[in-house]
Nanobody, 127 residues
Framework: QVPLVESGGGMVQAGGSLRLSCAAAPGRTLSTYAVGWFRQVSGEEREFVAG????????YYADSVKGRFAISRDDAKSTVYLQMNNLKPEDTAVYYCAARFQAGVGTMVRDSSSNAWGQGTLVTVSS
């Protein structure tokens, strides 16, 4: 599917904020894709964090990040963002953006092996 490039990861103290970005390759659009963010700790399964469907912009969040994280999309720039506030040490992980052509968030989560994926960006939250 569409190539994706991530940026914005880094180190932050607990309670701090970071903003991740995920941009599609030049000449490509994300307007007809579900988009989202997953995270993974070494040795564990990749976990869904946030997503937005391609119809109506409906958003979904994992319970662990509700009220703290916000996903947004700028289809004119073919870019997806994840604003992360009040970060906790348990948020430490490699974060991956994802996109799925003409799909909803449910499909993007259930059949994640068929998604387009970014290269991953490391977020480290210290206590």
């Amino acid at each position: 599917q569409v190539p994706l490039v991530e940026s914005g990861g880094g180190m932050v103290q607990a309670g701090g904020s970071l903003r991740l970005s995920c941009a599609a390759a030049p000449g490509r659009t994300l307007s007809t894709y579900a988009v989202g963010w997953f995270r993974q700790v070494s040795g564990e399964e990749r976990e869904f964090v946030a997503g937005a469907g391609w119809k109506g912009g409906t958003t979904y969040y994992a319970d662990s990040v509700k009220g703290r994280f916000a996903i947004s999309r700028d289809d004119a720039k073919s870019t997806v963002y994840l604003q992360m506030n009040n970060l906790k040490p348990e948020d430490t992980a490699v974060y991956y953006c994802a996109a799925r052509f003409q799909a909803g968030v449910g499909t993007m989560v259930r059949d994640s092996s068929s998604n387009a994926w970014g290269q991953g960006t490391l977020v480290t939250v210290s206590s």
